[in-house]
Structure formats: C-alpha cells, structure tokens
C-alpha cells in the first residue's frame, strides 16, 4: 500500500517529534 | 518520492483533488510545464532514483527562502542601527517576491521542477509542526469577556470577507482564504488552509501579500487610534489582538502603546490562534463536501475521509501533545524551528510557482476586499471593546 503525501507528511513531522522528543536533535537554530 | 505518494486512488474525480504536483500545466507555459511536460531534454530523470531527481529544486528552494530570511534580518538590523522604526517584512513574503522574481524573468530550471514541486510536502509537514506553538489552554486564560469577543471577532471575520468576496466576484477559494487569514492569524492561517482546501499558489499569495501589507499599516494607525480614544492598556491590547492579523505585527502594535497593552494583545492573539485547528477544519470538512457533492458519490463518509487532509489531524495530535504539557520549553522551540524551516521550502515554492500573469488577470478587487474588509473588522472590533470596557469597568 503506498502513503499519500498527507500521510507521509505526517510521518516525517512524526519523525521530527520522535528525534527532537529523544533529544538525538535539539538546539535547533532559526 | 512525491510523484508516487500522490497516485494513490482509484476514483474518477481525483483530478480535481490531486496535489498541484501532477495537475494539468497552467498559465504561460515555461512556467507551469510540469517537468514531463515541457518536451525538452530531461537529463536527470532518465535511470535517476527519484531522490536524486529533486535535490535541485530542493537546493533552488532553500536558496530562495534563505535569501528571504537574509532580506529580513538585513532590514531589521539597519533600522536598529540607524534607529528607524522599519516596518517587519517577514521572510514570508519576501521568498515569495524572490521567488516570483525568478520564476517570472529566467524561470526555473527544468532540471529543478521536481524538486520545486516537494514545497506541498514541506507546507503540510510545516503545519503538521507547527501545532507545537498553538496551545489550546491559551483559551482559557483571558477571561470569559475576552473569549466572547474572540469569537464573536471569528464570526464578523468570516461574515465581512465572505459577504465583500461575494460582491466582488472573487473565486471562492480565495474568499475563503482571505476569511481565514482575517479571522485568526494571518499567515500560518492561511498556510495551513491553503493546504487544507487545495487553494491555487496566486490565491494564497495574493491572500498572503494583502494580510502582511496591512498589517504593516496597523503598526503606524492603530496606537495613534487607541491614543485619540484614551483606551485602557487592556482594551487597546485586547483591540489590537483581535483586529490585527499576523502575530509578530499584533505583539509590536500592543507594545508601541505600553508594555501591559503588549501583554495582553498577545494574549488576546494567542487565544485567536488557538481557534486554527477548528476554524481549518471546518473550511477543509466544507470544500471535502462540496467536492463530494460535484462529484455525485454515493458513500458520501467514505468519501469524505478520503478527500479530508490527513495531516490537519496531524497538526491536532501534536497542539493537544503540547496543551497536555509533553514538551519542554527547548522542545516547543526546535519543533517550531523545524516548522520555520519547512515553511521557509514552502513560501520559495510558492513564489517560485506564481505566474505573475495570472495574478494580474484577477486585478485589484482581491485587494479592494482585503483593505475595506479589514477596516471594517478593525471598526467593529473597536466598537465591541470600547463597548465592553464601558460595561464592565
């Protein structure tokens, strides 16, 4: 079964959260 | 990556839906040819993995975008120097102007078209993020006159665009748009709708570019006008909050009055924003059913489902992870960041993919609507402050 992009949007947002939530990425700059 | 995740379906009536990626080219056609499309040689695409295919565009993006976040910093940092108040032109609107820039004079390269259209994928993992910075128990924290007000904002808001669109025969996407971004907050607004009811890039540029123009004007009016009435700090702060419509403009138009106006037009901004997950969804539910009714389905549930945007439900699950207290401060700041980032891809995109020809041919009725329509919020706003302030004070 292949993801729409909606889905994959969100899996790739999940996947921030996940690295950020985990502290693997953090001090993110802007 | 992209062309594949977006041939998922099997109704007849996905064309309408599909993301901008694969839709028919539009407008001058060295500018809307997809990159299939434009007959000339493609060299990337031939035995390439599609990952290779967009690495171009993406680098085309980030240079757009990070050369509108330069442009921002560079304007702010002269007008500290030299002691100019310069009014704050997000990076928002100048990747967009960058990017129309290049798109309509040299146009964008066919070996960064695919790359190009990935922005679609940056905006909705943006909104997705950018959830971490609406937090629903900002609500509950103004106090119950307030929220009347805030809600009562929303649904003049949406009843003033709506009506002027209308009369002015503007496309209904774009009136939507300019509803949402009056009603909540500006930009992010109507980013997030844009993806939510498949808006056109010229629709939300236009929509975009009308919010932040006058938004700008606000810093320069609004304290003259909160002056000449004597306003309390908190009834210029909660007018400011509810009239003004991008939050860095509503924060710096509360605090050029007093500290404590700043406070609490902020607050009163917050409480707006907070309202985008609802006010999206609705907008999204409403385009999903209208579709679903052009299109004559019978399992109209079904349906809907497939055509309702997955990832604002994304954005939902991450606002109530940050309302139910999940993240840490630092946490709150990374994940928004990368939300900025995302955007940052998203806005170059947008310009990038904006015929200049096309906004041209819906002439100054868009604006006429924005001007008169946030003049009028800005009036009955006052009215309903002023009005408030005198019965409870």
Known sequence: MRLSLDWWAVVAAGLAVVLVKSGIVSRIPW | MVTQMSTVTTLPVVDA???????????????R??????????????GAPPWVQIVPGTILLAAVGFAGKIAEQSIGAYGRAHQLTLPNIEYVLWAIVFGLIVSNTVGVPAV?????DTYEFWLKVGIVLLGVRFLLGDVVKLGTVSLVCVALELAVAILVMTALG????????LISLLSIGSSICGVSAIIAAKGAIEADDEDASYAIAAILALGAVSLFVFPVIGHAFGMSDQAYGLWVGLAVDNTAEATAAGALFSDTAGRFAVLAKTT???TIGFVVLGYALH????RARD?????????LWE???KFVLGFVIVSALATAGLFTRGEVADLANVSRWAFLLTFAGVGLRTNVSELARQGWRPLIVGVVGECVIAVITLVMVLAAARAFS
Request: glycine share 12%.
């Open chain 2, 166 to 173: 209308r009369a002015f025969r503007l496309p209904p996407k």
């Open chain 2, 287 to 290: 385009w999903a059913r209208a």
């Open chain 2, 295 to 303: 299109a004559g389905v019978g399992n109209k549930a079904a349906f």
């Open chain 2, 112 to 116: 960064c078209r695919k790359g190009v």
């Open chain 2, 272 to 274: 707006r924003n907070a």
């Open chain 2, 33 to 46: 040819r997809g990159a299939t499309g434009s007959g000339r040689p493609q060299p990337v695409e031939r």
């Open chain 2, 17 to 31: 839906r599909r993301p901008s990626t694969l839709r028919e080219p539009q407008g001058r056609p060295e500018h």
């Open chain 2, 307 to 309: 055509k309702f945007p």
